[in-house]
């Protein structure tokens, strides 16, 4: 999946949960559903969070996603993806 840079959502750039950028890899893709308007795809983070990303003309930006599940430990989820985060 290709990404604009600077590309913002509604939630911002990076994962609340773990810092790591919103057009970064790691992160998996779940599934992918194509719209009139190109596509809409479902990733994991990698600290666990269920991202949904809109891929258009645009770029694709995250434009929503879950907490991380409740089994990942805090210490996990608060950095385990590589750029400082928030302790979550």
Same mark, same amino acid.
């Given at each position: 999946?290709? =990404?604009? %840079?600077?590309?913002?959502?509604?939630?911002?750039?990076?994962?609340?949960?773990?810092?790591? @950028?919103? !057009?970064?890899? %790691?992160? &998996?893709?779940?599934?992918? /559903?194509?719209?009139?308007?190109? =596509?809409?795809?479902?990733? &994991?983070?990698?600290? *666990? =969070?269920?991202?949904?990303?809109?891929? !258009?003309?645009?770029? =694709?930006?995250?434009?929503?996603?879950? &907490?991380?599940? $409740? !089994?990942? @430990? %805090?210490?996990? $989820?608060?950095? $385990?993806?590589?750029?400082? *985060?928030?302790? /979550?």
């Amino acid at each position: 999946m290709t =990404s604009t %840079p600077k590309s913002t959502g509604a939630t911002g750039v990076v994962c609340p949960y773990c810092g790591w @950028p919103d !057009d970064g890899e %790691p992160f &998996r893709l779940v599934l992918r /559903h194509t719209t009139a308007a190109g =596509s809409t795809v479902w990733t &994991r983070c990698g600290c *666990g =969070s269920l991202q949904v990303r809109v891929a !258009d003309d645009r770029g =694709s930006r995250v434009v929503t996603r879950s &907490r991380p599940p $409740a !089994d990942v @430990p %805090p210490s996990r $989820a608060g950095g $385990a993806c590589g750029v400082g *985060g928030t302790g /979550h």
